[in-house]
């Protein structure tokens, strides 16, 4: 292709269609037109989809890239505009999610002069991107963006912005096509450290395999399976390794940490080796760091060195391609086979069902999170996406949606973002065109409500459930366990009313109060061709259990509401 004369504005369509790109999220504003316009002149091969606030577009930009694996792409104008989106950078930046946010800014000649909606947005998000970028020539434009793809997309993924004042979209060079870059080439582990996890792997007894975000959607699911079944191990996860392998899975015990699965958690404190691929071993998951995995040997395969020995201290620390490290690990460990460890597994599982049967007998004609999720995963099929907000609804999808693919779930989990589930789930929904359940609560949906109208401008099958108790509830469990019933500002006490909300924004919503009512308008939910809300009434004492209580380890574990009482 001959060099073409560009101004700098088509240069950042033609770039990003060049990488792949067929959509974007974000909101216009004076410091980004030049590109707007020449989005709506590249509108047959580029898909702009415009969100009610510049969060939800950064939200949405994040779930179309956790549910795809492509890099989400949003662009907002300066000033309050670019600062809309820093949430929705952190929220990426802290899950490792591939994003290249594009802002607008004054031209290069009124920076610094507090310009109107002049902001040093490269100084803000510096600590919250992977890198970023202010590009004061045209020239260097097309290999700027072609480098934050590469930079996004490489290694441990993550959020990288690009500042491109006025002057520099308005300018002209010359552009040349160059297409998609490749990621940058990781590093492989020594041959020495895969060789001394082999020696603890195949020394072990009672192996857990303990996989995270950095595991999920890389397409390590066989790999972790055959590992699990040759040195007969079982397999916990982190929050964001949610949906990396199948519920049916046998070996698969689910969440493990604060509120993780009663198996889960307690095997990992029973394993005597436990190989952590793509985990941070963060506070959630550990407790008390001092008492965590005492008699247990430790694992870790990571991409990035800064997360070996950072929490938790390790045996072996791993440091390279993930994919090839856990290859290599499984072709030079022993079969093995571990009955006792399956009996005592086996007990763990046993117990677990029956704190949750004794804690779902006590409320048996009552609307509660299980029942839901028992009607949930009864109607949806293994397509459906699920995304969440931040908080008791959060756990309880994690205690008990069922995921059968991979990237099935959009979250967040390091930021804890509440507000991020709606702006998400449109953009999963679209990135995919499949059906999302968006699971949120009264308190979290009242934050980013307004990307109901992005649902329905361009009519995306998300389905709202409104998990409403009235109260901020993982904040008031709190307060009840440990701030002696003080309910400081946890209680809302609003008079919204969801359902005619929901017509004033145009989509059906309806509300229920029971398990038979919830059902029927779940499945009616799922048919109706667009968005639907669901406002589901759920009691505010309703706890997440298992829990550990703050600085608590996995023996002070909160099982059930009779451990709370004593």
Known sequence: MNPQKMTGSRIVIETLIEQGVTDVFGYPGGQVLNIYDELYKASDRIHHYLAAHEQGAAHAADGYSRVTGKVGVVIATSGPGATNLVTGIATAMLDSIPMVAITGNVPTTLIGKDSFQEINITGITLPITKHNYFV????????????????????????????????????????????????FKQTEAPDADIDRAVELINAAERPYIYIGGGAAGEGMT???????????????????????????????????????QYASSMANKEADLIIGIGVRFSDRATGNTAKYAKNAKIVQLDTDLSEINKNIKVDVGIIGDIVSSLSRILARCKPQSHP?????????????????DKAEAADENALTPKKMFDIINAVKDENTIIATDVGQHQMWTAQYADFERT???????????????????????????????LITGDGSFGMNLNELATAVTYNTPVV?????????GMVRQWQTLFYGKRYSNTVLGRKTDFVKLADAF?????????????????????????????????????????????????????????????
Request: with cysteine; aromatic share 8%; net charge negative.
């Open 136 to 183: 004061t020539d045209v020239n260097e434009l097309a290999d700027t963006i072609r480098e934050a793809f590469q930079i996004a997309k490489s290694g441990r993924p993550g959020p990288v912005l690009i500042d491109i004042p006025k002057d520099v979209q308005i300018a002209e060079c010359d552009f040349e096509e160059k297409g998609v870059v490749p990621f």
């Open 222 to 260: 066989a790999d972790i399976k055959a590992f699990a079944e040759k040195i007969d191990g079982y397999v916990g996860c982190t929050f964001m390794g949610l949906s990396a392998l199948p519920n049916s899975y046998d070996r698969f015990l689910g969440m493990q940490g604060m509120h993780g």
């Open 340 to 356: 006792a460890w399956h009996e005592t597994v086996d007990a763990l599982k046993a117990k677990g069902q029956a704190i949750r």
């Open 407 to 437: 990237r099935r779930f959009a979250s967040s989990g390091g930021l804890g973002t509440m507000g991020y589930g709606l702006g998400a789930a449109i953009g999963a929904s679209i990135a995919e065109g499949d059906r999302t359940v």
């Open 464 to 472: 709202t459930v409104i998990m409403n108790n009235g109260v901020l």
């Open 506 to 566: 145009g989509l059906p919503g309806e509300r229920v109060a029971t398990p038979e009512e919830f059902e029927a308008a779940f499945k009616r939910a799922m048919a109706h061709d667009g968005p639907y809300l669901i406002d589901a009434l759920i009691g505010k004492d309703e706890f997440v259990l298992p829990m550990l209580p703050p600085g608590g380890s996995i023996d002070d574990m909160i099982a059930s509401k009779e451990d709370i009482e004593k």
